[in-house]
């Protein structure tokens, strides 16, 4: 039990510490750019090696799906925000304990949220300006990501009230206290897509589940554009081979 106890507090930790995204602040100075950009995440630390070897990656490009009744996916982000974080990699609202999704029958509690631009999954070839990942653990350190795509057009007024509050230095924190600002986020319609996948920085960890919402909301050009200013750079890990897996719908 101490065993278990001791990878469990580990992975949480993790979850905490970063972006879906997730991954360790030490981790070799991994990054986006140059020579800590992806494709060299892999070699950065024996830590990454999934990031190379693999099977189950992600993001990827949402093509072929096999249409099945899908449970329904239960959400309730009734809680509020507690801070928004500037953490090198990516802008992250952590949040309280009052959030949850029920996913086969598994209660996952909301962790975070954290951003992407251009989007990281795609949907049949479409890439989205930006790209939400609201990330949540279950009792057991699971990991369940719920995507959800922005694409451009009237200003995100729930979006506004973070941006906000956005730290422009790294490591900066802003006091962030928004009720229900993660369902105030979400689109009318809930209808996804899953399939199983990883983090998508490093240490690329495998194993988490993936609901990438089909509908997606708005987001203006100007607000894109202040969040790329903010992290300097693109910050989306390119799409990964699906090979064996199946998407769901």
């Known amino acids: 039990m101490k ?11 993790i979850v905490l510490s970063s972006s879906t995204s997730l991954a360790k602040e030490d981790n070799h100075h991994w990054g986006y750019t140059g020579h800590n950009s992806p494709e060299s995440w892999a070699m950065l630390s024996p830590d990454n090696k999934m990031c190379g070897l693999g099977k189950n990656q992600s993001p990827i490009n949402i093509t072929t799906t096999l249409h099945i009744n899908l449970d329904e996916l239960k959400i309730s982000y009734s809680g509020s925000s507690k801070n928004v974080l500037n953490n090198g990699h990516t802008i992250q609202v952590n949040m309280d304990e009052d959030n949850t999704i029920i996913l086969h029958d598994m209660i996952f509690k909301l962790k975070q949220f954290h951003f992407h631009t251009p989007s990281e999954n795609r949907i049949h070839g479409k890439v989205f300006p930006l790209e939400a990942h609201f990330v949540h653990l279950d009792k057991d350190g699971n990991i369940a990501v719920v995507a959800l795509m922005f694409q451009e057009g009237a200003e995100n007024k729930e979006l506004a009230k973070i941006w906000e509050k956005m730290p422009t230095k790294e490591g900066e924190k802003s006091e962030l206290k ?10 009318k319609k809930m209808e996804h897509y899953h399939f199983n996948g990883s983090l998508t920085t490093p240490p690329c960890t495998e194993g988490v589940r993936w609901i990438v919402l089909k509908e997606p909301v708005t987001v203006s050009k100007e607000q894109v554009e202040k ?16 090979n064996a897996r199946v998407v769901i719908d």
Do not use: D, E, G, W
């Open 3 to 13: 065993i278990i106890s001791t990878i469990l507090s580990a992975t949480v930790a």
């Open 227 to 242: 969040f790329l200013h903010t992290m300097h750079h693109a910050n989306n890990r390119p799409v990964q081979p699906i």
């Open 178 to 187: 928004l009720q229900k600002i993660a369902s105030a986020l979400l689109p």
